[in-house]
């Protein structure tokens, strides 16, 4: 047996079977945030160059200064496991791959979350009133946390503990 062998509770697979068996997850996991951050940055940016642009107030202005940066970013860290990988490829990390790909992609889906709520707060200020929408939008990152971490911190956590 190698030196380096550390199965994973329940699996008896090594170092390297591990860190492909991860990589291979989160692959799956990227081109689905991926995919999603690309198309919402792409509308994004078309809204600038729409006839009712001009009409918006400085504040809105502002706010989708900042949604469309926030896409930017999310989409840079979703897409950064991609050039971490080509960049260390043949060189015998993977497994220090997966732990960097692992935290872009983290990052990535906070800075998406940050872009869709960006993005409400803009729509739903050009639509109904600010008070209103600032409730709406809030109710939608409390949504989005327990859909996307709140869940995942709390298995950890459990699990965590029960061990």
């Excluded at 550390?6 to 996991?29: C, F, I, N, S, V």
């Excluded at 707060?121 to 709406?136: H, M, T």
Aim: with cysteine.
């Amino acid at each position: 047996m190698r030196d380096d062998y550390q199965p994973a509770p329940g699996r008896h697979e090594t170092r390297e079977q591990r860190a492909d068996r991860r990589w291979a997850e989160l692959l799956q996991e990227v081109r689905v945030a991926q995919t999603g951050v690309q198309i919402l940055l792409a509308f994004l940016l078309t809204v600038a160059f729409t006839p009712r642009f001009e009409d918006l107030a400085d504040p809105d202005r502002n706010i989708y200064v900042v949604t469309v940066l926030l896409g930017a970013a999310a989409t840079g860290a979703l897409i950064a496991p991609v050039s971490f990988h080509r960049i260390v490829f043949g060189h015998r990390l993977k497994p220090e791959t997966v732990v960097w790909a692992s935290r872009f992609t983290l990052v990535g889906l906070v800075l998406l979350l940050c872009t869709l709520i960006s993005a409400l707060l803009l729509i739903l200020r050009v639509v109904i009133s600010d008070q209103l929408a600032v409730w709406l939008v809030f109710g939608a990152l409390v949504w989005f946390a327990s859909c996307w971490f709140v869940p995942a911190v709390w298995v950890r956590r459990r699990t965590h503990r029960d061990r």
